[in-house]
């Protein structure tokens, strides 16, 4: 949010301002001043204004984080594992162990969820008041759909890899090939400019 519509919001609650719009009290003067849109750069910066001119003065990064570590209030990972269904207290519709047949299971959590969706609406018409387990069954099989997705990242993040890696090579086998054809064409016009010249 920008800090004119933070401050536009307490003047508003608080119902002072003065001509112009501006705030009258000290105290929403220091609060515009504190929230503005972008922070300050972190302190540390001042570290690394003299690194062109001499880079060995500046001290080395600090080392990647190992482990867990705090963000935002949250805690953080740096194992790049997706977390079970089980570990997140969720109930797993789909049979477990390594080899899931994702395209089967993914196909009968679809069909599971157009037939809760269906009977959803059949209870939303008939027994409104009983709505809220159809709800969770279907929360439930968004959550192992998405699981089961998130489960496929690896192999998609490997397949868009080794794509991009092929679209690379063949790009640049059509450039040696276009520098040969021009290295031809350019040879051959030499030899007709020295047999024209011999004449």
Not at 4 to 18: P, S
Not at 110 to 115: I, S
Not at 160 to 189: F, G, N, P, Y
């Amino acid at each position: 949010m920008d800090s004119q519509v933070k401050l536009a919001i307490v003047v508003k609650v608080m119902g002072r301002t003065g001509s112009r719009g501006q705030v009258t009290q000290g105290k929403y003067e220091v609060m515009a001043a504190t929230s503005a849109t972008y922070p300050p750069p972190p302190p540390y910066y001042r570290l690394y204004k003299d690194y062109l001119q001499n880079p060995k003065l500046a001290s080395e990064p600090p080392p990647p984080i190992q482990g867990t570590y705090m963000l935002y209030g949250g805690t953080y990972t740096t194992d790049d594992v997706l977390p079970s269904l089980e570990e997140q207290g969720v109930r797993q519709l789909y049979p477990k162990g390594p080899n899931i047949d994702f395209k089967k299971e993914l196909r009968s959590l679809n069909r599971e969820l157009q037939l809760h969706i269906l009977e959803l609406a059949d209870v939303l018409v008939e027994r409104p008041s009983q709505y809220a387990r159809r709800v969770e069954d279907i929360s439930l099989i968004f959550k192992n759909l998405h699981h089961l997705l998130n489960s496929l990242r690896p192999h998609q993040a490997r397949a868009t890899l080794i794509h991009i890696l092929e679209l690379q090579i063949q790009r640049r086998k059509q450039a040696v090939e276009d520098i040969r054809r021009r290295e031809e064409a350019q040879r051959l016009l030499k030899e007709s400019l020295g047999t024209l010249d011999g004449h």
